[in-house]
């Protein structure tokens, strides 16, 4: 399993980078609504949705995507409401704990969780969409040692058993350290972020932090109710697209309106 999770990694991150960097805008954001739309297929087996229904809510999400990434001065604002999303109702679900809900709140909840994530990939600049998926890949693999090495206290017991507070607190030491390491080296970045800007700086980068964990309990909640393992079984060793991108779901869009707080884009 982990040899498969290896080598599935060693082919979608270099062609991730690739499509990233080389593709044109046009074309990457094509791309990412096709993300988009398979993750929205996933999702709508998870919140129950017959087989036609799932498929004419895939097509809707990648095109709802691919046309609103068309209109770059309507993504501050979709991603805006994804942002009150996930800082208040998503940690307000998790709290009650998620609970089955009809079909259609839960294909709603699906575009808010989505759509946007799609709009600031597809949107922001290069570095800036490497800057914050590096800063949740670095978050999910400090918390994972974390919690192996120290893990006592359960995070969230009844929907996601293995994370724990030493974890939490594991990825956002990570975090900070990325976020300190990128602006150093960033000349952009090292350019604005000085003096008292650190503070704003490192609580946005805690806040995104913070986001991804609570984007990856949203998404192990809604698992856990549909009694599924995975999300999918799309990506060798890794499950489906939901299972690799629920972190970024919620760091996206936040982490587009902090660049664009910023005056980054």
């Keep these: 399993m982990f040899l498969t999770r290896v080598l599935t990694a060693a082919v979608l991150l270099p062609a991730f980078i690739g499509a990233l960097f ?6 990457f ?20 949705t017959d087989r036609a ?4 809510y895939a097509v809707a999400c990648a095109a709802a995507c691919y046309v609103l990434a068309k209109y770059a001065e309507l993504v501050p604002w979709v991603c805006a409401l994804a942002g009150a999303f996930w800082i208040v109702a998503a940690p307000y679900l998790l709290a009650r704990g ?6 259609g709140a839960g294909m709603a909840v699906g575009i808010v969780v989505l759509v946007p994530a799609g709009l600031a990939l597809a949107v922001l600049p290069p570095g800036q969409v490497l800057m914050i998926l590096g800063l949740v890949w670095v978050s999910d693999t400090a918390a ?12 969230a017991p009844g929907i996601s058993p293995g994370k724990t507070w030493e974890g939490v607190a594991g990825g956002a030491a990570g975090c900070v350290i990325y976020a300190i390491i990128w602006a150093f080296f960033d000349p952009e970045l090292r350019s604005r972020v000085q003096g008292l800007i650190w503070l704003p700086f ?64």
């Excluded at 998620?98 to 079909?103: D, E, K, L, Q, Y």
């Excluded at 996206?252 to 980054?264: D, H, N, S």
């Design 29 to 48: 954001a094509a791309v990412v609504a096709i993300v988009v739309g398979l993750a929205g297929a996933e999702w709508a087996k998870l919140v129950r």
């Design 22 to 27: 080389w593709l044109e805008r046009g074309w």
């Design 98 to 103: 998620i609970r089955p809900a009809p079909a």
């Design 144 to 155: 994972y040692l974390a919690g192996r090495a120290i893990g006592r206290r359960k995070l």
């Design 202 to 265: 490192l609580a946005g980068t805690l806040l995104l932090c913070a986001l991804g964990v609570v984007g990856d309990l949203l998404e192990s909640g809604l698992k856990r109710q549909a009694g599924a393992k995975d999300s999918g079984r799309l990506l060798p060793g890794h499950g489906g697209v939901l299972d690799r991108i629920d972190s970024a779901t919620a760091a996206l869009p936040v982490g587009l309106l902090l660049m664009q707080a910023m005056g980054t884009t």
């Design 53 to 56: 229904a799932g498929a004419a």
